[in-house]
């Protein structure tokens, strides 16, 4: 008889642990489903607006490395702001892989997040791109695959920039070289440093802002490249060009903060996102 009472209690508990064990099973997978399902929710519905700015975000970053430039650093203390871009000359018609992007970005990317998405690449692909920073333009001549050439200036006006850190580097050998001429009386100092085949080269002057002045460097092969800083027209302009060298550049421009200041880098390429009733129409921006 107890040999029968405690068989019969083995089987109970068996029995409770294996409903127990049941139970926790079916828990766990409607839980599984109903995350599945709150996924799914939030991929298929609108996103907020908020969503869409990591999108322009990445598309911005995707973009600047198909066509440039390589670097771009955004630095700000307390009176100062500084702009560093660094690039190559010359640039290499990227207008295909631009146009492969904008497809993926227009229709496998656009179906994936279940949202209409388009890319405007016309006034990037016209032999020009323009990257504007703060009151700033970046303006990068790629028409002719031997001679290039980048602006950096104001957008209108004067830039007000008060330092210029430039480097130069080309794997050449130097023919010669005709400096910048100091002006004490000028209002941007500005640091040229160019690297090639036949060592380093420094140049540490003071230049006006309104005034036009040139330094370039020649090679053994004829090919030059030319750094002009000031205009009458834009103040402040600095201007890299590209005659066969092919040199890499990095440059930093400094100037002074104002209450305007805004820390946000777009191309001039208009992107339009919409997702049901959410929209954002606006520059391909950082």
């Not at 994936?112 to 703060?134: C, K």
């Amino acid at each position: 008889m107890k040999q029968k009472i405690q068989t019969t209690n083995k089987g109970f508990v068996s029995t409770i642990i294996a409903i127990s064990l049941a139970i926790i099973l079916i828990a766990l997978w409607l839980a599984l489903r109903q995350s599945a399902i709150n996924f799914e929710r939030n991929v298929t519905e609108v996103q907020p607006i908020s969503f869409a700015g990591y999108y322009f975000d990445g598309i911005f970053e995707e973009v600047r490395g198909i066509i440039g430039p390589a670097a771009l650093s955004i630095e700000e203390d307390n009176a100062t702001f500084r702009v560093l871009i660094s690039d190559t000359m010359p640039k290499a018609n990227f207008s295909n892989t631009l146009a492969i992007y904008k497809n993926y970005l227009e229709t496998n990317f656009s179906s994936r997040i279940h949202a209409n998405v388009s890319l405007n690449t016309s006034n990037i692909t016209d032999g020009t791109y323009e990257l504007m920073v703060d009151r700033f333009q970046y303006s990068f001549n790629y028409t002719n695959s031997s001679s290039n050439s980048i602006i950096f200036s104001a957008i209108s006006g004067s830039a007000g920039i008060t330092n210029y850190d430039v480097n130069i580097s080309i794997s050449k050998t130097r023919l010669s070289r005709t400096a910048f001429v100091n002006n004490p009386a000028g209002d941007i100092n500005v640091t040229l440093t160019y690297t090639d085949s036949s060592g380093t080269v420094t140049e540490t002057r003071t230049l006006m802002s309104n005034t036009l002045a040139t330094s370039s460097i020649t090679y053994t092969d004829n090919s030059t490249v030319g750094i002009n800083v000031g205009s009458v027209a834009s103040p402040g302009q600095l201007q890299i060009t590209d005659n066969s060298a092919s040199p890499a550049f990095t440059f930093v421009a400094s100037f002074t903060l104002n209450n305007a200041t805004r820390l946000f880098p777009y191309y001039n390429s208009l992107l339009n996102y919409t997702q049901g009733n959410v929209a954002r129409v606006g520059f391909v921006q950082r």
